[in-house]
């Protein structure tokens, strides 16, 4: 089933991420962006329905989830944490969105790296895991540890395509200690290996 979703923070990396695989997952997304710029116009460029606005002002964040069923949402740990997450909680109440999805970006930039558990996130969260798979599956149509295993995919990929790191180091960095069992792991999610992934995109390092 394809839902209408929000995506507050859609610029950020973790916002920008999310709101990439929601339109390939074949979502309706509007991404709440603070101003026009390059990357709001990619996602636009993408699919995404674009929309300026603030967190921190509830008007424009009331008008952005009209007719939203379901919404992500990110924001620093920095003043203006609280205020954001009520005025969340309040345009979400207001407009009967059925279901906010909270990743703390703590959690979402540094535990995945030593983390891959939905009990984790769920007890960083303050929620049961059943609670957190179903706020994943209504916002990206995939389970929370679906939604984890890809977060960690990638960031592989992309450490495999833009550096220079072996791929043991990168195994390692992902919380793997054993360089088969990140293979492995890849290998499950992609269908193909670390080398070969980056043989694609770096022909000359192929055989790091």
Do not use: C, W
């Amino acid at each position: 089933m394809k839902h209408n979703l929000l995506v507050i923070g859609a610029t950020g990396q973790t916002g920008g991420d999310t709101a990439e695989l929601l339109l390939q997952r074949g979502h309706r997304v509007r991404a709440l962006v603070r101003r026009v710029d390059e990357r709001s116009e990619r996602l636009a460029g993408l699919g995404a329905q674009t929309v300026e606005g603030d967190v921190l002002h509830l008007g424009s964040l009331a008008e952005a989830t009209k007719g939203i069923d379901a919404l992500y949402f990110t924001y620093p740990i920095l003043p203006g944490l609280m205020d954001a997450t009520a005025n969340v909680a309040l345009a979400s109440e207001e407009n009967g969105v059925q279901a906010i999805v909270n990743m703390s970006q703590v959690s979402a930039r540094r535990d995945f790296t030593r983390a891959r558990d939905v009990g984790h996130y769920a007890r960083a969260l303050g929620y049961s895991p059943r609670t957190l798979t179903r706020a994943a599956v209504a916002a990206a149509g995939v389970g929370a540890k679906e939604f984890i295993d890809r977060r960690v995919v990638l960031e592989g990929k992309r450490l495999l395509a833009h550096g220079d790191e072996p791929v043991a180091g990168i195994g390692a960095r992902l919380g793997f200690l054993d360089t088969s069992n990140f293979v492995k792991y890849f290998v499950q999610r992609t269908g193909t290996t670390p080398t070969t992934f980056r043989s694609r995109y770096r022909p000359a390092r192929a055989a790091r």
